[in-house]
């Protein structure tokens, strides 16, 4: 990471990678001292344009654009593919980096201000969502603070942090901050539980992603949806992002006889106002989702630069020409819902 200041460096990030085996490359962190963090393999061109052959979606080839080295290709392929504003989230904190605080705040600064530059040279463009080391409550809050600053549009979570879930108290003073800048929490697929990563990472890795990140993430929404945290914080939103959407007519299904049994009112229109946000993809039924869910939930993107079952450069173009839902439901899964999310002008 190249914003690292000079007491800081000794928590610079090593990357290491096996040598190039049939176009595939496994790369990994060295994180104080240890292999932590997340890295996807790196392909070769050749088993990119294979491996997008084969599953049927595009993924995007220009290292450049991909990884952010040239801001202005990606804001180029950006305008090819008809998107005005993406929203960035991280892939080396989906798995726990670090358990020290020092470390863990040092890096989330960089992190953030790297993204910091990068909204500065996308004109605005690029958004973003903030890494709050939760290790050190006080620099979490401050650095949401300045991410709000420097064009970040959501503060970060694990569905699983460490040894708490969303739901623990612990998190108020984030989730009250956001509240009051008006920032969402973006909940990306990931698990910040050591132990459970280590459970689930067994050698059948696409299996294994599925109830390590993915899991845990439609976990997080059931514990929110019955806790607490809407009566406390009535206007903060949550997006639960890259988990698809195929479950959240069961979710609610399961929620609302829960407060039934419980005694409490399920709203009208739960899922709008608890502020709940969830991201679909074009292989979901998305017309059903609506239909049961509603559709003033649901927003949708193209996990640009990745190779995993989410990842679609073309996601937006092929959601467009969708013949099974109406204009009125499209533009709000393309643009309104998102602006809502991330309180987008």
């Not at 990563?197 to 990140?213: K, M, Q, W």
């Not at 927003?299 to 989410?310: A, L, M, Q």
């Given at each position: 990471m190249p914003t690292l200041t000079s007491s800081e460096r000794q928590y610079r990030p090593i990357p290491l990678e096996t040598r190039e085996d049939a176009g595939v490359k496994l790369q990994f962190w060295v994180i104080d001292g240890k292999v932590k963090g997340f890295r996807f393999p790196a392909f070769s061109a050749e088993e990119l344009a294979k491996r997008s052959q084969q599953v049927g979606r595009k993924f995007a080839d220009a290292q450049e654009a991909r990884e952010l080295g040239n801001v202005d290709l990606r804001i180029e392929h950006m305008d090819e593919t008809g998107v005005d504003v993406q929203v960035l989230h991280n892939t080396i904190f989906i798995e726990s980096a670090t358990d020290r605080a020092a470390v863990e705040v040092a890096l989330c600064k960089s992190w953030n201000r790297w993204l910091a530059d990068i909204w500065k040279q996308g004109k605005g463009r690029l958004r973003w969502s903030c890494m709050a080391p939760t290790l050190s409550m006080l620099d979490a809050l401050d650095q949401i603070r300045w991410s709000k600053e420097n064009g970040a549009c959501a503060v970060l979570m694990r569905p699983v942090e460490g040894q708490r879930l969303l739901a623990d108290p612990y998190f108020y003073p984030i989730y009250d901050e956001a509240q009051k800048l008006?920032?969402?929490?973006?909940?990306?697929?990931?698990?910040?539980?050591?132990?459970?990563?280590?459970?689930?990472?067994?050698?059948?890795?696409?299996?294994?992603?599925?109830?390590?990140?993915?899991?845990?993430?439609?976990?997080?929404?059931?514990?929110?949806?019955?806790?607490?945290?809407?009566?406390?914080?009535?206007?903060?939103?949550?997006?639960?992002?890259?988990?698809?959407?195929?479950?959240?007519?069961?979710?609610?299904?399961?929620?609302?006889?829960?407060?039934?049994?419980?005694?409490?009112?399920?709203?009208?229109?739960?899922?709008?106002?608890?502020?709940?946000?969830?991201?679909?993809?074009?292989?979901?039924?998305?017309?059903?989702?609506?239909?049961?869910?509603?559709?003033?939930?649901?927003?949708?993107?193209?996990?640009?630069?990745?190779?995993?079952?989410?990842?679609?450069?073309?996601?937006?173009?092929?959601?467009?020409?969708?013949?099974?839902?109406?204009?009125?439901?499209?533009?709000?899964?393309?643009?309104?819902?998102?602006?809502?999310?991330?309180?987008?002008?």
């Open positions: 008006d920032l969402a929490i973006a909940i990306h697929i990931a698990n910040g539980n050591p132990w459970l990563t280590d459970l689930y990472n067994h050698p059948v890795r696409i299996a294994s992603t599925f109830h390590r990140f993915r899991i845990p993430t439609v976990g997080a929404f059931n514990d929110i949806i019955m806790s607490e945290i809407h009566d406390v914080f009535p206007k903060l939103r949550f997006g639960f992002i890259e988990a698809s959407a195929q479950w959240l007519p069961w979710v609610m299904h399961e929620a609302r006889n829960r407060f039934k049994t419980l005694g409490r009112k399920w709203p009208e229109n739960a899922i709008r106002e608890f502020g709940m946000y969830v991201t679909c993809e074009n292989s979901d039924d998305i017309a059903y989702i609506a239909r049961e869910a509603g559709e003033d939930c649901l927003v949708i993107g193209t996990d640009y630069g990745h190779t995993d079952t989410s990842s679609d450069v073309d996601a937006i173009k092929v959601f467009r020409n969708r013949a099974d839902l109406s204009p009125d439901v499209k533009q709000k899964i393309l643009s309104d819902n998102a602006r809502a999310l991330y309180a987008l002008s």
